[in-house]
């Protein structure tokens, strides 16, 4: 499988290095902006970087479904399927890929954001006064109710649902080139299938928190957040399992 995983990443090696440009560009006029004191440069570099943050790491997280439609559309589809490996080694060398993708493009920007912290500290020489700077952002947290295991589970939502509508844009994609093979109308079909797995997925968790809601206070339960990560690992398996028992009896060769 490790083959398979350098393979899916090298197709997204362009959007890797048009990030790690673009992260270049924004330190360096920030760093001018620091150095020069150009306050305008400074500001408009670092927001620009902010701001790009979400999209950035939005699309990176569905890329890897526009590359597997790609896949399906194209002759590379006879390729992608006659690799000596199973349909499951595929599919998780995507599924793995992409985790892997998100990981390597987090990683890039928090580089950049320590980068630009050091460059900071460095032109105003106050490095106590950084630190008095973080301690009370850690006390406004505390004072807003925000602790950390509040943003660890955060960030754990943040993984598992992503990870579902990956697994759900895995589906779609492969439903529609089952039932549409080389249609024009094929992504179209997706997207519209997308939207009505998440539905359905989104539907059965609604009814799952009801029929436990009526059991138990599960305001007050500690068992909430466990609930919600069981619920979507195995929605996310169901959902894999499914995408690769349709992937070996309609598209391997």
């Not at 992608?80 to 080694?89: C, F, H």
């Not at 549409?180 to 079909?189: D, I, M």
């Not at 339960?221 to 466990?226: A, D, I, R």
Request: charged content about 10%; proline content about 2%; overall charge positive.
């Amino acid at each position: 499988m490790g083959k398979l995983i350098k393979y899916e990443l090298k197709k997204q090696r362009t959007t890797r290095m048009v990030i790690l440009v673009g992260l270049a560009a924004g330190l360096i006029a920030y760093t001018a902006g620091i150095l020069f004191d150009l306050e305008n440069v400074m500001l408009i570099s670092l927001g620009l970087i902010a701001i790009m943050a979400w999209p950035v790491l939005f699309y990176v997280g569905i890329e890897s479904i526009f590359i597997f439609n790609q896949d399906l559309r194209t002759k590379q589809s006879y390729m992608l399927w006659m690799v000596p490996k199973s349909i499951w080694e595929i599919l998780g060398a995507k599924f793995i890929s992409a985790i892997l993708q998100i990981l390597i493009v987090f990683v890039m920007y928090a580089a950049a954001a320590t980068v630009a912290g050091f460059v900071t500290i460095v032109r105003f020489s106050d490095f106590q006064t950084v630190l008095e700077s973080f301690g009370e952002l850690s006390v406004m947290f505390r004072e807003s109710g925000i602790s950390l295991p509040d943003m660890i589970w955060f960030l754990v939502y943040v993984f598992l649902l992503w990870t579902i509508a990956v697994m759900i844009g895995f589906l779609a994609v492969i439903l529609s080139r089952t039932v549409l093979l080389r249609s024009r109308f094929a992504g179209f079909f997706a997207a519209v299938l997308f939207v009505l797995i998440n539905m359905a997925v989104g539907g059965l968790y609604s009814m799952m928190m009801y029929i436990l809601s009526g059991v138990v206070d599960m305001s007050a339960s500690p068992l909430w957040n466990m609930l919600d990560v069981v619920f979507y690992l195995l929605a996310s398996a169901a959902l894999f399992g499914i995408s690769g028992w349709i992937a070996q009896r309609k598209l391997s060769v």
